[in-house]
């Protein structure tokens, strides 16, 4: 589950698709939605494997169990990968490139399927994540690997967004809910399976192959999902002139995403050339950035304003402390307590278990009343899992605390991110619900690649880069084990403040 949790978040059961534009978060003029296609009277009563919707439930699930089964297994390669490229000190790039491109593919998927429909943003979607694992796989040096999975990480952004307006216009209301618990689903099988299986395709095979296999899995997806898809959910949301469908293509909102991409990659390129000269780099980020954020998440999200504003900021600070944490867990495991891949990836397994779980419990009726309090209890589990995992760089200390942990830490992250989902919606107006959806996604694709500038920051000033797995001394230590405790300390202090942004969240209903 590590690096594509953002992934994960996105594909949480919510009410409504990604559908709205505007200039600002929480001002989109309202859209009609697509008129409906004739029905039969079966697709009346039909359910999401009824002959109606199977080909499109079953090509759609299988898109997101592929993300999912991804998210799982490069995780798991990823220390190998980065040792033999010699590309440990850039370790956080390959992750944080992920998100940094996904930021721009997801504002641009918003616009593109609003004024041509989602197939094209879906399948485009498709092809980059494809070519990007393939560049990742065939890769010589660390920098070709770090472009190959930025060129994912965009196709990624295109292929959530697109999935949510598809199940928006092709799914009648009734049936929302259901495909959606399948998105969720998904995720529990690979989150067991993929660190096995990836483990033991890196031991057996090599790293590379956990990469290149997973292009050609892709086939069969497309070609359940893609006919459906152009049947039920093609062209503009609305019709009208053709003036009007240019203007909702918002050039300006482009432009702000390509800010926020741009500002948060030299940002992060900054925190990890550790010079004077990369103040240089670093000052253009943040002149980027700032103006971009501003304009593409919700007024006083930064300083945690009660009701929408929070929730937007809890997800960012709930999903970036906790993905940044994890993202060095099978690291840890791998060079400092000597774990294979396939022993350190499962040490993560359990994850996709009581994440389902948490999720499942926020959504019972008789839970609603306590929704702050259970995202308050979501973030103490998940800043005591951060602190907790780093205890394994005490040899006394066995080795399975961190599956325990990360499993309680886990649940915690499916009270708090379910909850974000459903608070969100019930803050917004209907025709500001699909702008204020990509505002929370972009809250959760920035925070990770921020945080994971600054772990991989403090990872590289203390020795990370050469981090190699020792024999225990006499004393039980090891070497560099600061390097990996500066990037879970302060991660766990990030997701106690989010303790405090969760008593904050409540807001009148509109």
């Known amino acids: 589950m590590d690096l594509t949790l953002t992934t994960m978040t996105a594909l949480e059961p919510r009410d409504t698709g990604v559908a709205g534009t505007s200039d600002q978060p929480g001002r989109s003029r309202p859209r009609e939605a697509p008129a409906p296609a004739p029905a039969a009277a079966e697709e009346a009563t039909d359910t999401v494997l009824g002959r109606a919707y199977r080909s499109l439930s079953v090509g759609i699930v299988s898109v997101v169990l592929l993300i999912a089964f991804e998210a799982t297994a490069v995780g798991t390669a990823m220390p190998v990968a980065a040792r033999e490229l010699h590309g440990l000190s850039l370790y956080a790039f390959a992750f944080s490139g992920f998100f940094t491109t996904s930021l721009f593919g997801m504002v641009l998927a918003g616009q593109w399927s609003d004024r041509r429909g989602p197939l094209g943003a879906l399948t485009a979607g498709i092809g980059a994540f494809a070519a990007g694992l393939l560049l990742a796989g065939t890769a010589a040096t660390m920098w070709v690997f770090i472009a190959g999975r930025a060129v994912q990480g965009f196709g990624g952004g295109l292929v959530i967004v697109a999935l949510y307006v598809v199940v928006g216009r092709a799914y009648p209301e009734r049936l929302r809910p259901a495909i959606m618990a399948a998105f969720a689903a998904a995720w529990v099988v690979p989150s067991i399976v993929g660190p096995l299986a990836s483990g033991a395709v890196t031991e057996h095979l090599g790293w590379r192959w956990v990469f290149i296999g997973i292009p050609v899995l892709v086939v069969f997806p497309l070609a359940m999902a893609l006919p459906q898809i152009r049947r039920r959910a093609s062209g503009p949301v609305g019709e009208g002139t053709d003036e009007e469908t240019e203007q909702s293509f918002d050039l300006r909102r482009i432009r702000l995403a390509l800010g926020i991409s741009f500002g948060a990659g030299l940002l992060q390129y900054a925190a990890q050339d550790l010079r004077w000269i990369s103040l240089i780099p670093g000052a253009a980020g943040a002149a980027l950035l700032v103006p971009a954020v501003r304009g593409l998440l919700p007024r006083g999200t930064y300083r945690a304003a009660r009701g929408l504003p929070s929730v937007v900021l809890l997800r960012g600070v709930a999903a970036g402390s906790f993905i940044a944490a994890e993202s060095f867990v099978p690291l840890m495991l791998v060079t400092q307590r000597g774990l294979s891949p396939t022993l350190a990836g499962f040490s993560l397994a359990a994850g996709g278990g009581t994440w389902a779980l948490g999720s499942w419990v926020q959504s019972r009726p008789r839970m609603a009343p306590y929704r702050e ?12 899992a951060i602190a907790t995992a780093p205890s394994v760089l005490i040899h006394s200390v066995p080795v399975w605390t961190v599956a325990v942990a990360w499993g309680f830490g886990c649940f915690g992250m499916g009270l708090v991110i379910a909850s974000t989902s459903v608070l969100l919606l019930r803050l917004s107006a209907p025709e500001e619900a699909g702008t204020n959806s990509a505002a929370l996604q972009i809250s959760d694709a920035l925070s990770n690649v921020l945080l994971l500038a600054v772990g991989g920051a403090a990872f590289a000033a ?27 300390l302060p991660m766990a202090g990030v997701a106690l403040v989010g ?6 969240v409540r807001g009148e209903t509109r």
Do not use: D, E, I, K
């Open 373 to 384: 309090r259970l995202m308050t209890l979501g973030m103490v589990l998940v800043a005591a």
């Open 462 to 488: 203390l020795g990370g880069g050469t981090v190699a797995h020792t024999t225990a001394t006499a004393t039980g230590s090891t070497a560099h084990p600061a390097a990996f405790a500066a990037v879970f």
């Open 499 to 504: 303790v405090w942004v969760a008593r904050r």
